[in-house]
């Protein structure tokens, strides 16, 4: 079984998508130490996020958390990309580490050939994104992704219509029979649901996406308590009260990608449970 074929992979087992790498004490996220972490815990994909320069380079970073990540009151999206090189995380704790903000052609070849590579932020700058990854002969193994939007819809058929696609949806599909007619590479859609009762949680929804070779995506991490992304059934939940209704609901559910900020600990719960695999 060639790890990096999607939907292969995903007919196998479910698959676990590690949010941001793998981090935590003086590992910073996003960083290509996060990255190997998460690859020897045992992720199948590897979410990197993209921060573009003023000079339109293109670095691995979350745009808008320069000032926790790197102490810095500047954006990136204001600096060269030569003051991007300068910069180095700091840890939980606030300390400088040793752990660079990586440019995407770093991360993209540590990654090559190991994982899945889920391209966050693609909108930010859609032709330079996909020239890069065609660049590094990366084509069959990244999921890109945007808002359920026309607009993004357009430019992804326009630009990157070989590359896997993944539009976010909220509670209501309203956009996977456009999609189907359209010149994109559409693999399936990452979900994102505030209750038990919205389409995109429901059975008969879930079925019918697998039915038309679909792969649905749903996130167990929680990056504000208050944005609520699969009812509740999450990372938080799975580790301090109930996994059997966090990370297990989830794969019950059929969901075919969880994404976690603890892959580990994931991993070895389905596996545990008799959950990660196909039967």
């Known amino acids: 079984m060639n790890k990096l074929d999607l939907r292969a992979a995903a007919a196998e087992r479910v698959l676990l998508a590690a949010h941001r790498g793998v981090s935590g004490g003086n590992i910073p996220c996003n960083t290509l130490e996060a990255y190997e972490i998460a690859l020897r815990q045992g992720a199948d994909i590897v979410e990197v996020d993209i921060a573009v320069t003023a000079d339109r380079q293109l670095f691995v970073f979350h745009p808008g958390m320069e000032m926790p990540h790197l102490k810095s009151e500047t954006a990136i999206k204001e600096m060269q990309g030569s ?31 190991r994982c899945i590579i889920n391209i966050d932020k693609f909108w930010t700058a859609m032709p330079e994104i996909t020239e890069a990854i065609r660049r590094h002969g990366l084509s069959d193994q ?21 590359l896997p696609y993944m539009p976010i949806i909220n509670d209501i599909d309203r956009c996977t029979d456009q999609l189907l007619k359209m010149n994109i590479n559409f693999v399936g859609a990452e979900v994102l649901f505030r209750t038990e009762l919205s389409q995109t949680a429901q059975p008969e929804y879930i079925e019918s996406m697998h039915k038309k070779g679909l792969l649905l995506w749903a996130n167990a991490i929680i990056y504000s308590y208050k944005a609520v992304l699969a009812a509740g059934h999450s990372d938080d939940y799975s580790l301090t009260r109930d996994p059997d209704l966090g990370w297990g609901w989830l794969a019950d559910r059929g969901y075919d990608i969880i994404q976690t900020d603890w892959t580990l600990p994931a991993r070895l719960y389905l596996e545990e449970t008799g959950r990660r695999f196909r039967k």
Do not use: H, R
């Open 142 to 162: 990244v999921i890109i992704k945007t808002s359920a939007q026309d607009k993004w819809f357009k430019m992804v058929e326009e630009i990157a219509p070989e």
């Open 83 to 113: 003051q991007v090189s300068e910069l180095a995380y700091v840890n939980q704790d606030l300390v400088k580490t040793e752990c660079v903000v990586s440019t995407i052609d770093e991360v993209f070849e540590l990654l090559k050939g």
